[in-house]
């Protein structure tokens, strides 16, 4: 069961071959047996998860049965999951269990899907390798001394190992994309607001987007159907109307116009990484696309501007770990400044404290317009590098990452770290949508094909990634341990 | 703006982060590193550009005054490390 994509699980649920809760058991014996080693859950869920799928069984015996019901999915351990452990990676949060549901939980719940639990990522969902989380690093299911990464590598680990069908990822500079890329699957990081930011731990509000990863352009489709559209508790959500997303799955692309930015194409890229893109270009082009060289002059500023934009908004949000009102709190605490203190000084990690001082430093008196209002003028100007592409073409398309997977380990300095999401990053300022699909390996190591498109471009980003789906079959292959029968 | 250990403390202090002197050393390398890769931005021309602080330079939207949320004092207390008759416990503030 495991080797079908979420719609091919729906179509099977639909036609009786098997039922909710055998498919559920199914899973969670597999996350069981094999993630001792790969670390892609925090918390397994397993009484939660069978009630649900008896309930989704139930529904479909009644004939309510929707397109996700009784469907598992796994969820970054960012979403407020309520009456479940809900830790964002960080010991600061290893006691809390959250009093609600986030929006987007709330909304597959209520479509009838089964969470499995909650996945491993860096902290607060800051890092690109997963090995910032304070329940250990995640392993790469394709090659165990290989990062999954990050942030949301649990979730991307889950789904390549055929541990859950899907997962809920979050992508504040590539968390979606990045790890999708490195496991092998696709991920898509929707329009800043598109979907409801309610009840996910914030990291930088301005940056944050909630978004599917699966096998497939087609699932993300039918899962970005569920949890997109307007919140009354997110006031950044915004309010335009729900399209389904897979009804233009099969348009053709005849016509396509292809951008393919200069900038993402040089000094740094894996020269195999760039062969698989540029390979995937050509399927393109036989698909009926044309192809041109496009300029985003502003890309070398992306990760400069972040990590000024990012640190700031973090040092805020995060500021409400005082531990008195939930979370980590130091023993003994001598006054009210001390328990403070040593509360956060205890339970963040040190790449999270490393952006709050960042972010705190940039923020204070003295400092503050030479930094951060320097960034947010050349986030406009970044911005405006992609809405200038945009009117000469369709899509662009480039690598999501410069290199395959990295070793664990390998990147010990932050700002070596930082510099892998380089063709992340600027997708997030900007607030325009992403999608990685699967286009091929470096040795055991997949690499992921990145697709923008304008703001809101999400249904014609699907199309653009489907079709390459039904061309390629670089998606559907697994690694050894998700190819096992049972 | 090369980064000073003093600066580390007071960022540290306004953070209410409970940073040793040792800490503090060990965290300046880090910190400095990344401020001298964000000084790149100081290269770039910016004057009269309008800084952007939402990708879709949305405003915020308003709703109408109406009770929306009921009292769940209780419930949001119970993942409170220490409270006490519906109050939140710290050590003594007013001597």
Same mark, same amino acid.
């Given at each position: 069961?495991?080797?079908?994509?979420?719609?091919?699980?729906?179509?099977?649920?639909?036609?009786?071959?098997?039922?909710?809760?055998?498919?559920?058991?199914?899973?969670?014996?597999?996350?069981?047996?094999?993630?001792?080693?790969?670390?892609?859950?925090?918390?397994?869920?397993?009484?939660?998860?069978?009630?649900?799928?008896?309930?989704?069984?139930?529904?479909?015996?009644?004939?309510?049965?929707?397109?996700?019901?009784?469907?598992?999915?796994?969820?970054?351990?960012?979403?407020?999951?309520?009456?479940?452990?809900?830790?964002?990676?960080?010991?600061?949060?290893?006691?809390?269990?959250?009093?609600?549901?986030?929006?987007?939980?709330?909304?597959?719940?209520?479509?009838?899907?089964?969470?499995?639990?909650?996945?491993?990522?860096?902290?607060?969902?800051?890092?690109?390798?997963?090995?910032?989380? *304070?329940?250990?690093?995640?392993?790469? !299911?394709?090659?165990? +001394?290989?990062?999954? /990464? #990050? @942030?949301?590598?649990?979730? =991307? %680990? *889950?789904?390549?190992?055929?541990?859950? !069908?899907?997962?809920? +990822?979050?992508?504040? /500079? #590539? @968390?979606?994309?990045?790890? =999708? %890329?490195?496991?092998?699957?696709?991920?898509?990081?929707?329009?800043? +607001?598109?979907?409801?930011?309610?009840?996910?731990?914030?990291? =930088?509000?301005?940056?944050?987007?909630?978004?599917?990863?699966?096998?497939?352009?087609?699932?993300?489709?039918?899962?970005?159907?569920?949890? =997109?559209?307007?919140?009354?508790?997110?006031?950044?959500?915004?309010?335009?109307?729900?399209?389904?997303?897979?009804?233009?799955?099969?348009?053709?692309?005849?016509?396509?116009?292809?951008?393919?930015?200069?900038?993402?194409?040089?000094?740094?890229?894996?020269?195999?990484?760039?062969?698989?893109?540029?390979?995937?270009?050509?399927?393109?082009?036989?698909?009926?696309?044309?192809?041109?060289?496009?300029?985003?002059?502003?890309?070398?500023?992306?990760?400069?501007?972040?990590?000024?934009?990012?640190?700031?908004?973090?040092?805020?949000?995060?500021?409400?770990?005082?531990?008195?009102?939930?979370?980590?709190?130091?023993?003994?605490?001598?006054?009210?400044?001390?328990?403070?203190?040593?509360?956060?000084?205890?339970?963040?990690?040190?790449?999270?404290?490393?952006?709050?001082?960042?972010?705190?430093?940039?923020?204070?008196?003295?400092?503050?317009?030479?930094?951060?209002?320097?960034?947010?003028?050349?986030?406009?100007?970044?911005?405006?590098?992609?809405?200038?592409?945009?009117?000469?073409?369709?899509?662009?398309?480039?690598?999501?990452?410069?290199?395959?997977?990295?070793?664990?380990?390998?990147?010990?300095?932050?700002?070596?770290?930082?510099?892998?999401?380089?063709?992340?990053?600027?997708?997030?300022?900007?607030?325009?949508?992403?999608?990685?699909?699967?286009?091929?390996?470096?040795?055991?190591?997949?690499?992921?094909?990145?697709?923008?498109?304008?703001?809101?471009?999400?249904?014609?980003?699907?199309?653009?990634?489907?079709?390459?789906?039904?061309?390629?079959?670089?998606?559907?292959?697994?690694?050894?341990?998700?190819?096992?029968?049972? | 703006?090369?980064?000073?250990?003093?600066?580390?403390?007071?960022?540290?202090?306004?953070?209410?982060?409970?940073?040793?002197?040792?800490?503090?050393?060990?965290?300046?390398?880090?910190?400095?590193?990344?401020?001298?890769?964000?000084?790149?931005?100081?290269?770039?021309?910016?004057?009269?550009?309008?800084?952007?602080?939402?990708?879709?330079?949305?405003?915020?939207?308003?709703?109408?005054?109406?009770?929306?949320?009921?009292?769940?004092?209780?419930?949001?207390?119970?993942?409170?490390?220490?409270?006490?008759?519906?109050?939140?416990?710290?050590?003594?503030?007013?001597?």
């Amino acid at each position: 069961m495991h080797d079908k994509t979420l719609s091919e699980l729906a179509a099977a649920l639909t036609a009786g071959e098997f039922t909710s809760r055998e498919l559920t058991e199914h899973q969670l014996a597999r996350i069981a047996r094999l993630d001792g080693e790969i670390n892609s859950f925090i918390t397994v869920t397993p009484e939660q998860a069978l009630t649900a799928a008896d309930a989704a069984d139930a529904a479909r015996a009644k004939g309510q049965a929707g397109p996700l019901t009784g469907l598992p999915l796994a969820i970054k351990d960012l979403f407020c999951t309520q009456g479940v452990l809900t830790t964002a990676g960080s010991k600061m949060l290893g006691n809390f269990v959250s009093p609600y549901d986030a929006s987007v939980v709330e909304k597959l719940k209520a479509a009838g899907m089964v969470s499995l639990g909650k996945t491993n990522m860096d902290e607060f969902a800051m890092g690109s390798s997963n090995e910032n989380s *304070a329940f250990g690093p995640v392993k790469n !299911p394709w090659e165990a +001394g290989a990062v999954p /990464g #990050g @942030s949301s590598g649990g979730s =991307a %680990a *889950a789904v390549a190992a055929g541990l859950a !069908p899907a997962a809920l +990822g979050t992508d504040t /500079g #590539g @968390s979606i994309r990045q790890p =999708a %890329a490195f496991c092998g699957i696709t991920g898509l990081k929707p329009t800043y +607001g598109r979907v409801s930011r309610y009840g996910i731990i914030a990291y =930088a509000s301005s940056l944050d987007q909630a978004g599917p990863m699966a096998r497939t352009a087609k699932d993300c489709a039918l899962l970005l159907n569920a949890i =997109a559209g307007p919140d009354p508790r997110d006031s950044t959500c915004v309010a335009r109307g729900v399209p389904d997303y897979t009804e233009e799955l099969d348009a053709p692309l005849s016509g396509l116009k292809i951008g393919l930015p200069r900038e993402y194409f040089g000094d740094g890229l894996d020269p195999d990484v760039e062969a698989a893109v540029r390979e995937a270009v050509k399927v393109y082009e036989s698909l009926g696309a044309t192809v041109r060289e496009v300029s985003l002059p502003h890309t070398h500023y992306a990760i400069p501007a972040y990590y000024v934009i990012a640190p700031a908004e973090a040092s805020s949000n995060l500021s409400r770990y005082d531990g008195v009102r939930f979370g980590h709190r130091c023993q003994a605490p001598g006054d009210l400044i001390d328990l403070y203190k040593r509360s956060r000084a205890e339970g963040f990690g040190a790449e999270v404290q490393r952006r709050i001082l960042i972010g705190t430093h940039t923020l204070s008196e003295g400092f503050f317009d030479a930094y951060y209002t320097k960034a947010q003028q050349v986030r406009r100007l970044i911005r405006q590098d992609f809405l200038d592409a945009f009117e000469e073409v369709d899509v662009l398309m480039g690598p999501a990452s410069p290199t395959p997977a990295f070793d664990l380990g390998a990147n010990n300095d932050p700002v070596s770290m930082y510099l892998q999401d380089i063709y992340t990053i600027a997708v997030n300022l900007a607030g325009i949508p992403g999608i990685s699909v699967p286009a091929g390996f470096v040795g055991k190591r997949p690499v992921g094909l990145q697709i923008l498109g304008t703001h809101f471009a999400e249904t014609r980003l699907l199309n653009v990634a489907h079709q390459f789906q039904q061309a390629t079959d670089w998606h559907l292959r697994r690694p050894a341990l998700a190819e096992e029968t049972t | 703006m090369a980064l000073e250990h003093a600066d580390v403390l007071r960022a540290a202090h306004l953070a209410r982060l409970g940073l040793s002197d040792e800490d503090a050393a060990h965290y300046l390398d880090d910190l400095g590193r990344i401020l001298e890769m964000v000084d790149q931005l100081q290269a770039l021309d910016t004057e009269g550009v309008a800084p952007l602080a939402h990708p879709l330079d949305a405003t915020q939207r308003l709703r109408a005054d109406e009770v929306t949320e009921t009292d769940q004092r209780d419930r949001f207390q119970r993942c409170a490390p220490a409270v006490e008759q519906g109050l939140y416990l710290v050590p003594r503030v007013v001597e």
